[in-house]
């Protein structure tokens, strides 16, 4: 059933997902129908109808942060940025799930390219105390600051290289950073000085284009192209696939 839905969805054939969505089916929880129906709904000019069903969707899951974090996802492929924002405090304010449930909707807004927008889930997911520390998110927060090109001070990059470890993002992120702070054979030095280089093919695609970039940045055009041809462009933002041609 998932499957056909998701075909109609490509296909644009809203009026047949709406028929098929429209009342409550065995074949799919009301978490993940609802926020499809919406944007049925939304597709074909009714946008009323569809606030209707979202508000619907965001009331049943007050109390349930595991599947208010489906209705999110599900809004978020529908490009509804700032329903997800609005509706977000249950899920990242819930120390059970907050963590889990950022690192399943991270990928799904990423998948919507925008970097400014993923800025803005960052932030908000950020200011919650359960959040704040979170190793990963800030890492998220950072690189798109960095594609933004909005200043990140060196010593917040260097205090989050000390915090890398071995993590291939963490260390793509701290190259970037020092790149921008004009510190390009540093950030070289980040993916080739350590005991063993860093392995680019365990990083997300836009990950793979900052390395590309800091490639590029320390003439090394070659070894540039052959990493930013392996990219996946659809799983870039706009301004990371950007930076696998500057």
Request: aromatic content about 4%.
């Amino acid at each position: 059933f998932r499957i056909w839905i998701d075909a109609a969805v490509a296909l644009g054939d809203w009026r047949s997902v709406e028929a098929a969505l429209k009342n409550p089916t065995p074949s799919m929880g009301n978490s993940i129908r609802l926020p499809i129906l919406a944007r049925a709904l939304k597709q074909q000019g009714r946008q009323a109808e569809a606030d209707a069903v979202h508000a619907e969707a965001l009331r049943s899951t007050e109390t349930q942060p595991e599947k208010r974090s489906e209705v999110l996802a599900g809004l978020l492929v529908a490009g509804e940025w700032d329903l997800v924002e609005k509706n977000l405090a249950p899920v990242v304010n819930d120390p059970r799930v907050a963590s889990s449930a950022l690192r399943f909707l991270v990928p799904v807004a990423r998948d919507q390219r925008s970097s400014a927008r993923l800025l803005g889930l960052y932030e908000k997911a950020l200011a919650s105390p359960v959040l704040a520390k979170d190793a990963y998110l800030l890492d998220r927060l950072d690189f798109c600051r960095h594609i933004l090109g909005i200043p990140v001070p060196i010593e917040v990059v260097e205090a989050r290289l000390a915090q890398a470890g071995d993590n291939p993002n963490y260390l793509a992120t701290a190259a970037l950073g020092h790149l921008k702070n004009g510190r390009k054979a540093k950030a070289i030095h980040i993916l080739e000085g350590g005991e063993k280089p860093v392995d680019f093919s365990k990083m997300t695609p836009p990950r793979q284009a900052a390395v590309a970039a800091v490639y590029a940045a320390n003439d090394r055009t070659a070894e540039a192209r052959q990493i930013a041809a392996r990219i996946p462009r659809q799983k870039l933002t706009v301004r990371s696939e950007e930076h696998t041609s500057e």
